[in-house]
């Protein structure tokens, strides 16, 4: 069974950095790209970045290019999102998912973590 | 503003059918990049209901089908049920955007 655990959301002042990670398990994490989304509160679904399965590709939305970094670690099966210089309008809970589909023009997300609220908020 | 323009609600009675819309561009939808639809129940994960324009994933009802033409694409849900209130997101991929993986800004299905 397929499962992806978040974890590292909290409170931060604008300005601050925090990691996500997520943990998977259920299947073969290396051979799947990853994805980022997150969802605003009161706000639709955002896609925020993606990364291939052997880190060979990474993407990622104009709202946060420059500031989030995504990387894996295929050894622990974790999949990570460090956010920098955070803002207000970053607040979100952010789902980890796992990708399938060819080519990444086709990619969709097949499972979806239960997520990890991040706060930015003095 | 959502690239992928889906209406912001949408209500049927049980047993009915209704169709959610997802209207895109010619560097999207147009261009022909598949369409994927996920169904979400707030505070829990959402889940992915419809792949590659019209294919279910294992586990999901006939009730639900996709479609796509031109600039549009489409999810009918048939015989409506009390669980299918949710909201329903379309996503699509965008190569007009440096960030390209794009998803509409949902549709609130209310069971009447």
């Known amino acids: 069974e397929v499962q992806l655990v978040e974890s590292g959301g909290g409170l931060v002042q604008p300005g601050g950095s925090l990691r996500l990670s997520c943990a998977a398990s259920?299947?073969?994490?290396?051979?799947?790209?990853m994805s980022w989304v997150r969802q605003a509160p009161g706000k639709g679904l955002e896609w925020v970045s993606d990364?291939?399965?052997?880190?060979?590709?990474?993407y990622y939305a104009d709202s946060v290019k420059g500031r989030f970094t995504i990387s894996r670690d295929n050894s622990k099966n974790t999949l990570y999102l460090q956010m920098n210089s955070l803002r207000v309008e970053d607040t979100a809970v952010y789902y980890c998912?796992?990708?399938?589909?060819?080519?990444?023009?086709?990619?969709?997300?097949?499972?979806w973590g239960q997520g990890t609220l991040v706060t930015v908020s003095s | 503003q959502s690239v992928l323009t889906q209406p912001p609600s949408v209500s049927g009675a049980p047993g009915q059918r209704v169709t959610l819309s997802c209207t895109g561009s010619s560097s999207n939808i147009g261009a022909g990049y598949d369409v994927h639809w996920y169904q979400h129940h707030p505070g829990t994960a959402p889940k992915l209901l419809i792949y590659g324009n019209n294919n279910r994933p294992s586990g999901v009802p006939d009730r639900f089908s996709g479609s796509k033409s031109g600039t549009s694409a489409s999810l009918a849900i048939t015989g409506l049920q009390a669980e299918d209130e949710a909201d329903y997101y379309c996503?699509?991929?965008?190569?007009?955007?440096?960030?390209?993986?794009?998803f509409g800004g949902g549709t609130k299905l209310t069971v009447l």
């Open positions: 990364i291939h399965g052997l880190s060979e590709g990474t």
């Open positions: 998912t796992k990708e399938e589909g060819h080519p990444y023009s086709s990619y969709h997300s097949d499972y």
């Open positions: 259920g299947f073969t994490f290396s051979d799947y790209a």
């Open positions: 996503q699509s991929y965008d190569s007009s955007l440096s960030g390209s993986r794009i």
